[in-house]
């Protein structure tokens, strides 16, 4: 029972620390990766509520939870493989802030096969495991890689960033 605010301290010195460390304009970034995180944390409570109840997720059906405002299947999609997944998704909107078109189409990319697969945004490993999500990271892909091949204005710095960099 100690051990639990320990663990609690340390998570808000580490995410105090993830938005001091960098550029303000990636703070969109940091909250979309840390999204996956949460909803496998969230899941994982209803787990543990239906299951001390005497049922779980797949008894009382989706259909009911989501009549209750539950989005259990898409807490299980987004929370599949939830640490991957998260570096991925951070990955993409901060290339995508900062203009790196490319990269951000690579990680998309990435993300699709990672998907597809089933290491992230899946219940379970296996072929064409979260097509559906593989597909979007797919099409995310295909706009990154035409921005890519256009050309953009550099990405707006704030002063005090520039200053924190020099």
Aim: aromatic share 8%; hydrophobic share 60%; proline share 4%.
């Amino acid at each position: 029972m100690a051990i639990l605010p320990i663990l609690l301290y340390i998570g808000l010195v580490i995410g105090a620390q993830a938005f001091q460390a960098t550029p303000a304009r990636h703070a969109p970034a940091i909250i979309l990766a840390i999204l996956p995180n949460v909803a496998a944390w969230a899941q994982t409570l209803i787990d543990g509520v239906l299951g001390a109840v005497g049922t779980s997720a797949e008894q009382v059906g989706m259909v009911k939870l989501g009549a209750a405002g539950v989005v259990y299947h898409g807490m299980a999609l987004l929370g599949g493989g939830a640490v991957l997944a998260g570096l991925i998704l951070g990955a993409i909107a901060a290339f995508i802030i900062d203009r790196k078109f490319d990269w951000a189409a690579l990680f998309s990319l990435a993300g699709a096969v990672l998907s597809f697969f089933g290491f992230i945004h899946g219940t379970a490993l296996g072929i064409g495991s979260s097509i559906s999500v593989a597909v979007g990271y797919l099409i995310v892909a295909g706009v990154c890689y035409v921005l890519s091949r256009q050309s953009h204005p550099a990405p707006v710095v704030l002063l005090e960033e520039a200053a924190a960099e020099d």
